[in-house]
T-cell receptor, first 113, second 114 residues
Framework: LAKTTQPISMDSYEGQEVNITCSHN???????ITWYQQFPSQGPRFIIQ???TKVTNEVASLFIPADRKSSTLSLPRVSLSDTAVYYC??????????????FGKGTKLSVKP | GAVVSQHPSRVICKSGTSVKIECRSL??????MFWYRQFPKKSLMLMAT?????????EQGVEKDKFLINHASLTLSTLTVTSAHPEDSSFYIC??????????FGPGTRLLVL
């Protein structure tokens, strides 16, 4: 079973900031939080990974509270091309817990003009 | 990020034939590769984990004699769907990673069995 829970879908408009929250109440000490983006008929694309506090890269930010039981992916100023399914995974990168290999249902983000 | 390729990108075959799908890590050596299957409008389902030079570990419910996995080198893993049937039609995706680092996914292979 997936270790994460996300909203099934979200709607937004171009130019808005989108925040997708993921719950992972049973996250283990060695687990990282990783977000992927998937377009139809394509493999998932790595967006961002974090362990605690805040991580930012050129496409997104990841906010992780102190208890690490949830995380929020923030996409600034979305465009139509950001319409995709977003997956949150938690697990250690050594594959031991395999949490990072088990996909939940993901969040389908629809960006409208 | 790291680049993972798959070949072919799509394949159509007749029922009863076998199909081989290749997964390559292009710019890094992958200690472990993973194979997933994804049905329309569904999430990815892990099929098996393969480590270079050893037998693959299959997830519960995945037939190891039907889905043959070979991980002959640190940059290549293959998935062979043997005696394919229409219900095997799906989107097959591989991923690769180095220990201690996140995994990167290939573009996927669309299999259609007639």
């Amino acid at each position: 079973l997936a270790k994460t829970t996300q909203p099934i879908s979200m709607d937004s408009y171009e130019g808005q900031e989108v925040n997708i929250t993921c719950s992972h109440n049973n996250i283990a000490t060695n687990d990282y939080i990783t977000w992927y983006q998937q377009f139809p008929s394509q493999g998932p694309r790595f967006i961002i990974q974090g362990y605690k506090t805040k991580v930012t890269n050129e496409v997104a930010s990841l906010f992780i509270p102190a208890d690490r039981k949830s995380s929020t992916l923030s996409l600034p100023r979305v465009s139509l091309s950001d319409t995709a399914v977003y997956y949150c995974l938690v697990g250690d990168n050594y594959g031991g817990s395999q949490g990072n290999l088990i996909f939940g249902k993901g969040t389908k983000l629809s960006v409208k003009p | 990020g790291a680049v993972v390729s798959q070949h072919p990108s799509r394949v159509i075959c007749k029922s009863g034939t076998s199909v081989k799908i290749e997964c390559r890590s292009l710019d890094f050596q992958a200690t472990t590769m993973f194979w997933y299957r994804q049905f329309p409008k569904k999430s990815l389902m892990l099929m098996a984990t393969s480590n270079e030079g050893s037998k693959a570990t299959y997830e519960q419910g995945v037939e190891k004699d039907k889905f043959l996995i070979n991980h002959a080198s640190l940059t290549l893993s293959t998935l062979t769907v043997t005696s394919a049937h229409p219900e095997d039609s799906s989107f097959y995706i591989c991923s690769a990673g180095r220990e201690g680092e996140t995994q990167y996914f290939g573009p996927g292979t669309r299999l259609l069995v007639l």
